[in-house]
């Protein structure tokens, strides 16, 4: 039950997060996602960001939906069985 009661705490971040215009560049981004800079790049088509200049920046809602992606049961299925 401990697990649950984290994960939703963990959910309700996420949802708050979301509604923020947060931007990051690309080192910034990679660990807030928790990876390597390299593997970061290797993943970057998929996660999404803009190329200004020389610079990538990434919003906050496209790092927390490639989370989304990459998760085994999405957020949504989590809130229906709790």
Not at 15 to 32: C, G, P, Q, R, V
């Amino acid at each position: 039950m401990p697990f649950t009661i984290a994960l939703l705490v963990d959910i309700n971040q996420i949802h708050k997060a979301m509604n923020t215009n947060k931007n990051y560049d690309l080192i910034e981004a990679s660990e807030f996602l928790r990876m390597p800079v390299d593997t970061f790049r290797k993943h970057r088509p998929e996660i999404g960001g803009s190329k200004l200049g020389r610079r990538w920046v990434f919003t906050e809602k496209e790092l927390l939906d490639y989370m989304e992606l990459k998760r085994s049961k999405p957020i949504h299925e989590l809130q229906k069985a709790s």
